[in-house]
């Protein structure tokens, strides 16, 4: 399929572009009138989640709204754990809740794992091949997974938690149970992001959203790992983007995984990320999502900050996703910002 | 009054000692059982906090049981703004909540604040007269406060949140409100300080808590002036620990505003810390909370890498306050490890 925007395709393979391509994290969401509109129609967000045409529509929505250089399809790093055997419930104020739990050996016996939990999640590659068709070139489409340690977080602490403590007693108390689960979350995984691929995910990202729950020790041992064997088995079929949300302190060990990019919150500095991940790697982020809530001007002036500071091979984002209050108006003015922008010629 | 144990206060002044000391946030807690059944026959978590007899009670608690090298005040940080006329509730399971928020510049001006508002909080000054006296010496009396720009966070947030986004907010849409919030903050809390001094405590400890929600921009205009101001007023008066989680980008600002000691969360590695303070400053920290989760031996290890690590002028501490579920003869081992320890001599 010839695209015509490759900008983020570009910038991943290390080619030259005239400016970075822009997306954001959670960019298919409340801010959109149209996807309220839609949603308030469904019994819930899993529905969204599990309807390929719905699902196509939505992850289409902010390309058509914000003529953003990317679409991400719509889903959740929670399909893993459901496939594997352990189902969520999705409430909209209180987050994910699993009814079970992996707590014993025993409960990880029982999970499925690898390609069997893989071809259960047919509603994701089914949305991908729809929105892949409907896209039709405009733009490329982002596949995405939970980093292994963050699905493991979940699937331990059972719902979201400030410090899922449940889910680290579990690295420290019982580490050979935590490489059990890690090990079949990973197998999983790499089967599911395959699938993606062959359904029409041209770059895929994981994220590890609870990176910055553990230490530098922990993170290396019980984290790290897992994100390179995943780059290692995928980054043939696509670029991987990793972005291990508080991880700042990771960030060489995970250049040396090898992705094609690396996202960064917006705590992090774009000079110091340039300089641990050893500047061959394209960077990603970075703008604190609260700054959309400036009014335009300021924006247009934050977002001019962070390109300059960043320089080439970068994929503009947010530092995290999107929340649902921020006026769509104000993300207008922060994609156009981007998208006025031109790298001096060298 | 003479000191039996003045680790803590030699190695803020930085003077050598033979071991570092050792205590852990949130020692006085639901960790002991003793707390347990005294809170028990309570109405809540204020009625602990605001009767000084029982609050002296449970300071030392931790002091009697293992024999930790400093007692810090059971208190709550959000006294300051109950004192400057936000009252709060505390649900022990979803923690603190205002009914009343500061949203607009009147909510600003209604405010009490600096002596008068810190005149308001006699039962705290009273707590550490009673602590101060049945202490005699047996370990110096640690008081505290929230930093200006958490403390803003809760009044303008109302409740605690993953994000802060409306708090957040205010500093991106309304920096010049946020900056006057922040002032009167600080003039209450450096009011504040300087009663507890005056009360009994010898060394005062200013928690910015949620310093890792913001970006270094930010940091740096609505959080490091004020913990600046802070120190520059208070520390002629008593040694002051700054500990502020999540702000690893910013310790070298941190360490500019002088502090006696730097308190640092888990993410954070010692030989990062000692560079980017300069070496001069003494450091506090680090143990992963939930590394007291594992069993003895491991505990025994992870202390003895994280001391060796370290080096001195270091007082040992967790990166995060205790877990109501961590054993306490786990919190044993962890203070016996530090109490065998002995520093080489050079």
Request: one cysteine or more; proline letters at 6%; a negative charge.
């Amino acid at each position: 399929m010839k695209m015509q925007n490759d900008l983020l395709l570009k910038v991943a393979k290390g080619e030259p572009v005239s400016r970075p391509p822009v997306w954001l994290m959670r960019q298919a969401g409340r801010v959109l009138p149209q996807y309220r509109a839609l949603r308030e129609k469904l019994s819930g967000f899993k529905e969204l989640v599990e309807t390929p045409d719905l699902a196509a529509e939505v992850t289409i929505q902010p390309v058509d709204e914000w003529g953003v250089d990317a679409a991400i399809i719509f889903s959740d790093i929670l399909v893993i754990p459901e496939a594997m055997g352990l189902s969520y419930e999705m409430a909209e104020a209180k987050g994910p809740y699993f009814p079970a739990t992996i707590r014993t050996a025993a409960d990880i016996e029982r999970l499925i794992f690898g390609e069997p939990a893989a071809d259960r999640l047919e509603y994701v590659y089914e949305a991908l091949k729809v929105t892949s068709r409907r896209l039709d070139g405009r733009v490329p489409l982002i596949g995405f997974a939970g980093a292994p340690w963050t699905i493991l977080a979940y699937m331990v602490e059972g719902k979201g938690s400030k410090t899922f403590g449940i889910a680290k007693k579990m690295l420290y108390a019982e580490p050979a149970l935590a490489h059990r689960l890690l090990e079949r979350i990973t197998e999983t995984t790499i089967a599911y992001l395959k699938n993606q691929i062959r359904s029409g995910a041209q770059v895929v990202q994981l994220f590890d959203s609870w990176a910055g729950l553990l230490g530098p020790a922990q993170y290396s041992a019980f984290s790290v790992p897992y994100i390179e064997r995943i780059c290692r088995e995928i980054s043939a079929d696509a670029p991987v983007i990793v972005f291990a949300k508080g991880a700042w302190f990771a960030l060489r060990e995970l250049a040396a995984a090898d992705p094609a990019v690396i996202g960064l919150d917006w705590n992090t500095d774009p000079e110091t990320a340039r300089t641990e991940t050893g500047g061959r790697i394209a960077l990603q982020g970075n703008l604190d999502p609260c700054a959309l809530y400036a009014d335009p001007d300021e924006i247009r002036k934050l977002t001019g900050e962070m390109l300059a500071r960043f320089g080439s091979r970068h994929i503009v984002n947010l530092g995290h996703g999107l929340y649902p209050d921020i006026s769509r108006e104000n993300v207008r003015v922060f994609v156009e910002t981007v998208k006025a922008f031109e790298y001096q010629p060298v």
